[in-house]
């Protein structure tokens, strides 16, 4: 119960003192975290197999992109003639 009591307060001491914190150094500990955590998520990507559904997915994600910027610039030359067609008089 008293280590419970203790982890609580620790928390909760924990973030008062990162609220009172300024913006600055909040956001360098942040990015910092964020760095950190892509290396570390870098480091796990490589030691899967390269037959790993995570490895499978970000190796479609390329290809995602492409298809979706092609069918978006489709889309948009649909739209300018229709609207070519729509403000022509009949």
Do not use: W, Y
Not at 20 to 30: C, I, K, V
Not at 36 to 60: A, F, G, I, T
């Amino acid at each position: 119960m008293n280590r419970v009591i203790a982890l609580g307060a620790a928390v909760i001491g924990g973030i008062i003192a990162f609220r009172s914190l300024s913006t600055a150094p909040r956001r360098r500990f942040g990015a910092a975290l964020s760095a950190r955590m892509l290396r570390h998520m870098e480091r796990m990507m490589k030691s899967l197999p390269d037959n790993s559904p995570p490895k499978l997915v970000m190796s479609v994600l390329p290809r995602l992109h492409e298809q979706n910027e092609q069918i978006i610039a489709m889309l948009r030359e649909q739209n300018a003639l229709l609207r070519e067609n729509l403000e022509r008089p009949h």
